[in-house]
């Protein structure tokens, strides 16, 4: 478990802190927006969810066992299968979509994937 949680940490700072930064860098994967302003504080409330969620990744790894490393990888299972659905939403239903989006879809199916397979078998993960 100490792997994914190391790399979700690392997976969601970089993408808290670069929408933090740049919160105009979503239209990457929504496609642009004409109102760029109201959406820049809610990509920057978003970029602030996702250092929460690195924080709690990086603390909970000090000690991967435990039924608390076990609960934040269950929240990024959850996060991260919501994520999928939203963007394939935001895609087929909407018609929104930049040209990262399908590779950030592939990149959260990946880590709930393996967040199933930690909270699965916890000796091997």
Avoid: Q
């Avoid at 299968?81 to 990262?100: C, H, I, N, S």
């Amino acid at each position: 478990m100490k792997a994914i949680l190391t790399a979700s940490a690392a997976i969601e700072a970089m993408a808290g802190l670069g929408l933090m930064v740049f919160p105009s860098a979503v239209s990457m994967l929504l496609g642009p927006s004409s109102d760029i302003s109201y959406w820049s504080v809610v990509v920057r409330i978003a970029a602030a969810a996702l250092l929460a969620l690195a924080v709690s990744c990086w603390m909970a790894r000090s000690d991967p066992r435990s039924r608390a490393a076990g609960g934040v990888v269950g929240g990024m299972l959850v996060y991260n299968a919501a994520v999928v659905g939203l963007l394939a939403d935001a895609r087929l239903r909407t018609g929104l979509g930049g040209g990262a989006l399908w590779a950030a879809a592939a990149l959260h199916t990946a880590m709930a994937v393996w967040c199933v397979g930690c909270l699965v078998n916890k000796e091997n993960a």
